[in-house]
């Protein structure tokens, strides 16, 4: 199929400047009429062919000017409607469609889900709704008018402000009709039409303006959207105080449907979200929920000045408003809870899905240059490695100049669509630095190897770090340049504290901040007092990996010591890492390897220290998985030594921390009712972190105890999944009466349906099949893939990995199969192959076959047609 390419962006021809649209909604089907209002661009030649995008299009009338075009004046396929010669500058399009949104199990362009209708646009849907210029530089104003049945479809909703609506006289139907003043690209169109529950709620602006708040979700669930609506109003404040941004429409609305691609869509005014990312309460949300929860609201907010009043000038410039909104909205969360906590949970998502993005066949720039699916393109990489590029920005211009360049962006952009030079010219011009080589971030993909080596002259107080900077090659990109690489550091003391030091050379250094440009460096410290071990990358500051060869003791000094929590935890981490290294190594040849007691038992002292965070000490004692440490090795990798080694870790850590771990049980049992708040999760976490272990160190009774005791989500699925991921024979009866309490609840039975599909044993494959005929499965909806089987494939690293390629086989079915459904899911099902090629040779052979069946498929779609196509390059 065919390539797009950055190079060969051009404006299109014509310009849009209104759209009105009516949409005429039945039972059996819907009539779309559209109205669009073009315009000549200047410099183009009058009679230029006007080519409109479609998308399995049905076309009932064409009309220029209100009268019927001759039939020689245009020629229109599913795909693509084009009008030879229009006759003048201006002139109306008036195009008839029918659509069929029953049928629509895509979920792009105009569908149903729970009975309700429904868009979703992002990133090339409207053109599924009418023939339109659909790409993000065309901007205009819309009107829509929306009629239903008054049963069917109590609720008319579209963008922008409700200026008409009434009934239908003579008939059961009637309308409404909505107008958004802002010009906006279709992507952000939205239209949603039937019953729900409506939750109402208020915010009044810094200006003084009060802004209607809305949440529409499925009758009955109205109570669970506290937690949203109290994130949204935090949320507009924040961008107000943070960036001096207010909300600009007089209503803002949340729908939360069922059936969604996606998290959520930040559609002007009208955001829609998958009801996962909405409702929530403590009887069937975890805590996790919750933050995720707060994070996608704050998320799809933001991006009404982060993506909706500027938006992309093409799709190649994804990043500018998901990297951005994906900064914004962490730093708002980190300012809700602990930061700490906040950054550590970032970067292991971070580790655990741009890593390994960026080191195989899909790894791509923050920026691509090409694309064959857009679709394939909203990856770690654009959202999450992208928002580290916005991060390490602000780290080396300041926060004020962060700041000053972010209102220079709104100042110059704002109501139109840009492109990353646009962006990082106004941080260059607010602040006089020179941004050139930084934009590699945006161009160059792979995650740089920083290597440091340290010597440490005591007689001159004199410490010298040396960075050698690397990149392995990527697809089309075999030779890297240096990259722009901030590391925030300390020098950390015999007592803990960090060292002074009297003069620095070798490299930019600003503050707590050394910048890296170069393949080398040798940064020399000079009039250090005493033996400092060096704290690198604090905070995780910039997106690479850093090798650095302290040896155990200076670890177990920074993971006791280091005022950087980050760092504190990362060399806990680091130790754990090592140990799982050579257990690996070991298991392979049916050796065990001695663990240092010290490092088992510093993870109990770590636990045990009050002066921390109670959510710090339960990221701090959770140890590596088996993803991680596959990760750290690279190649030749075997998912069952791998999991042997964490297996004898895990218990050595456990047996090692026993007492320790059931004191802490015991101290963090709630002693009140329920409550939501930070500092409650952070005991939950920290008790439900301890217990893992205790399972593990044979408590096993345990878990059946807390499960039954439990009166909250997140105490009862970590004691379920304890249960089930250590097989304990109450397994079965926790997973029963789990099922039985919460049939009915989807979302609910997605967390039942992901215990089972995460099980490290040889009997989960046939469960995970047998599980696909259960009522409880629907394959045409994405929340119950993505639990069960997209989770067995991303999730589950021993039995996906099978050694007898069962498990890919299974992955490679469900995928031809998903793709006649939904090719989006089907597409984001089959990257969980994109680690094939670092497998042992048995498993990646297997691993290869079926992507090679895959892509011999007859019909496949141009989602998984392009993944597989690309796994295999
Ligand atoms: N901007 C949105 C990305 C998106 C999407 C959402 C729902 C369904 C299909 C979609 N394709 C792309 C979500 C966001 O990043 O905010
Ligand atoms: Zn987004």
Request: contains cysteine; proline residues 5%.
């Amino acid at each position: 199929s065919e390539t797009i390419r950055l190079a060969d962006y051009r404006p299109t021809p014509y310009a849009i400047t209104e759209v009105r649209l009516d949409f005429r909604l039945d039972l059996d089907g819907t009539r779309v009429v559209a109205e669009t209002l073009f315009r000549r661009r200047d410099g183009i030649a009058a009679g230029t062919p006007l080519v409109l995008d479609g998308d399995e299009l049905d076309l009932a009338e064409i009309r220029l000017d209100g009268a019927p075009l001759p039939p020689d004046a245009w020629t229109a396929t599913p795909q693509r409607l084009e009008v030879r010669t229009p006759p003048a500058d201006d002139f109306h399009l008036t195009v008839t469609t029918w659509l069929d949104p029953e049928r629509n199990t895509k979920l792009m362009g105009l569908y149903r889900t729970s009975g309700n209708w429904c868009t979703q646009c992002e990133a090339e849907g409207f053109r599924r709704i009418t023939y339109f210029l659909d790409r993000p530089d065309v901007l205009a104003v819309y009107t829509t008018r929306i009629e239903a049945p008054r049963a069917a479809a109590p609720y008319l909703l579209s963008n922008g402000n409700r200026i008409d609506a009434g009934d239908v006289p003579g008939t059961d139907r009637h309308f409404a009709v909505w107008h958004d003043p802002f010009p906006k690209p279709a992507y952000l169109f939205a239209m949603v039409a039937g019953t729900f529950e409506r939750i109402a709620d208020r915010f009044v602006t810094a200006s003084g303006r009060e802004v209607a708040l809305e949440i529409y979700v499925e009758p009955g669930r109205g109570a669970r959207t506290a937690h949203a609506m109290d994130s949204l109003k935090r949320s507009m404040r924040w961008d107000e105080t943070e960036y001096g941004r207010e909300y600009d429409l007089d209503v803002f609305m949340i729908v939360a449907v069922d059936d969604f691609n996606m998290g959520a869509m930040e559609n002007k005014g009208l955001n829609v979200f998958n009801e996962k990312y909405v409702l929530a309460d403590s009887e069937t949300a975890t805590d996790a929920d919750y933050a995720h929860v707060e994070g996608v609201i704050a998320h799809e907010y933001f991006h009404n000045w982060t993506g909706n009043r500027i938006t992309c000038r093409d799709w190649f410039q994804l990043c500018l408003k998901e990297g951005l909104t994906v900064f914004r909205d962490q730093d708002f969360s980190g300012d809700q809870r602990s930061r700490p906590v906040k950054r550590i949970a970032d970067v292991r998502l971070l580790k655990s899905h741009q890593f390994p993005e960026d080191a195989g066949p899909l790894a791509h720039p923050v920026r691509p240059s090409t694309y064959r699916e857009i679709n394939n393109f909203y990856t770690a990489t654009v959202y999450e490695k992208g928002a580290e590029v916005v991060r390490m920005l602000k780290t080396l211009i300041g926060a004020d100049g962060f700041r000053a360049g972010m209102d220079l962006y709104f100042a110059r952009h704002d109501g139109s669509a840009a492109t990353i030079e646009d962006f990082l010219a106004c941080f260059a011009d607010a602040t006089g630095r020179d941004l050139e080589r930084f934009k590699l971030w945006y161009t160059q993909s792979g995650t740089p190897d920083v290597m440091v080596s340290t010597h440490w002259d005591a007689s001159a107080g004199r410490l010298r770090l040396t960075f050698d900077q690397t990149a392995l090659p990527t697809p089309g990109q075999p030779v890297k340049a240096p990259m722009v690489v901030p590391i925030r550091f300390g020098l950390v003391g015999p007592s803990g504290d960090d060292l002074a030091w009297e003069r620095v050379s070798g490299a930019e250094v600003a503050g707590d901040v050394i910048v890296l440009d170069g393949a080398h460096h040798e940064v020399v410290f000079e009039g250090v007092t005493a033996r400092p071990v060096p704290s690198l990358l604090r905070g995780f500051s910039a997106p690479v990996r850093l090798t650095l060869g302290s040896d155990t003791a200076d670890l177990l000094h920074l993971m006791s010591h280091d005022r950087d929590p980050f760092n504190r935890w990362q060399a806990g981490q680091a130790l754990a890492m090592r140990a799982l290294i050579s257990g690996t190594q070991a298991a392979r040849t049916g050796q065990t390897v001695e663990i240092d007691p010290a490092l088992a038992s510093a993870f109990a002292a770590v636990a045990a220290d009050e002066s921390l965070d109670t959510a710090f000490r339960a990221l701090a004692i959770t140890l590596p998985n088996d993803a991680d440490v596959a990760r750290e090795i690279g190649t030749d990798v075997d998912p069952d030594a791998i999991a042997t080694a964490i297996e004898q870790l895990r218990a050595r850590v456990a047996t090692a921390g026993r007492a320790t771990f059931r004191r802490i049980h015991a101290e963090m049992a709630s002693s009140g009712p329920y409550r939501a708040d930070a500092e409650a999760a952070g005991r939950r976490a920290l008790r439900n972190a301890v217990l893992d272990h205790l399972v593990r160190a044979g408590d096993g009774d345990l878990a059946a105890q807390r499960y039954r005791q439990a009166d909250n989500m997140t105490d009862r699925l970590a004691a379920l999944t304890a249960a089930v991921t250590v097989g304990l024979p109450s397994a079965e009866d926790l997973l029963a009466d789990f099922y039985q309490r919460f049939a009915g609840d989807p979302l609910v039975i997605d967390k039942w349906l992901m215990v089972q599909a995460t099980a490290p044993r040889a009997e989960t494959l046939d469960r995970v099949r047998a599980l696909t005929a259960h009522p409880a499965f629907a394959a045409t909806n994405p929340n119950r893939v993505r639990a069960l089987i997209t989770t067995f494939a991303t999730g589950n690293q021993t039995q996906f990995n099978r050694a007898d390629g069962a498990g890919f086989a299974f992955v490679a079915d469900q995928v031809l199969m998903l793709d006649r459904i939904n090719p989006q899911v089907a597409a984001r099902l089959l990257s969980a192959f994109r680690s094939w090629r670092a497998l042992e040779p048995r498993r990646r052979a297997y691993a290869e076959a079926e992507l090679k069946r895959i892509v011999a498929a007859p019909d496949l779609s141009r989602d998984v047609a392009d993944i597989a196509g690309r796994s295999l390059e």
